[in-house]
């Protein structure tokens, strides 16, 4: 079946250090490929998606490309803030956009990110 | 942005009793809503498929009728765990998809159930 690996936390940086978080994928046909964010005390929020192999995903900064041939989606900043500071999910989804089936998702284990001052 | 709650956020209950975790879209219709359950420093796992005026589909391995799942309005849904036990303890989230172009979900911020 589908699954997600991605790296162990807590991963802790400083202030305007460079974050990688891997994410590696198994899964039959084309997912689609996401990654969440979850602050302290609130529910996820999407942070960006990709639907199709080669496409990069971009929003506040971070970014993740969709590598068909490494079967991954790593996530990026440039430059962390403290207020980065979450829980960040990799996920996917194996049945196409625009079906309700699409919401169906297959969960990474999450990855802390800690951001000191 | 859209925003789906829960309610309770919390809740605590007995051995042997049934506890309702509501899901509701607050400024959105959503024909589908998810449940997923997360233990503790691990990943969430989805429970069920929640659709507007049909039953629930269930994902292998989820009692359909320990997890019992009611769409009742396209805003809507409910989880009544059902005669609960210190093993149902977890956290319960829910999200709810938009239909057309965007198709995005939007998650609740979760209910702590703690059986005791």
């Known amino acids: 079946g589908d699954s997600v690996t991605q790296m162990e936390g807590p991963v802790t940086l400083s202030e305007e250090a460079f974050l990688t978080i891997n994410c590696t994928y198994t899964?039959?046909?084309?997912?689609?490929l996401f990654w969440y964010v979850q602050y302290p005390g609130e529910g996820l929020q999407l942070l960006l998606k990709?639907?199709?192999?080669?496409d990069k995903g971009s929003n506040k900064g971070f970014e993740a490309t969709y590598r068909k041939e490494t079967t991954s989606f790593h996530l990026e900043k440039g430059s962390v803030q403290v207020s980065d500071s979450a829980v960040y999910f990799c996920?996917?989804?194996?049945?196409?956009?625009?079906?309700?089936?699409?919401?169906?998702?297959?969960f990474g284990a999450g990855t802390q990110v800690v951001v000191t001052p | 942005g859209a925003v789906v709650s829960q309610h309770p956020s919390w809740v605590i209950c007995k051995s042997g009793t049934s506890v309702k975790i509501e899901c509701r879209s607050l400024?959105?219709?959503?024909?589908?809503m998810f449940w997923y359950r997360q233990f503790p420093k691990q990943s969430l796992m989805l429970m069920a498929t929640?659709?507007?005026?049909?039953?629930?589909?269930?994902e292998q391995g989820v009692e359909k009728d320990k997890f019992l799942i009611n769409h009742a309005s396209l805003t809507l849904s409910t989880l009544t765990v059902t005669s609960a036990h210190p093993e149902d303890s977890s956290f319960y989230i829910c999200?709810?998809?938009?239909?057309?172009?965007?198709?995005?979900?939007?998650f609740g911020p979760g209910t702590r159930l703690t059986v005791l």
């Open positions: 999200s709810a998809l938009t239909s057309g172009a965007t198709d995005t979900q939007y």
């Open positions: 899964a039959t046909g084309y997912p689609s």
């Open positions: 990709a639907t199709k192999a080669d």
């Open positions: 996920a996917l989804s194996d049945q196409p956009p625009g079906t309700d089936s699409w919401g169906k998702l297959q």
């Open positions: 400024d959105f219709q959503a024909t589908t």
């Open positions: 929640s659709n507007e005026g049909s039953k629930a589909t269930y």
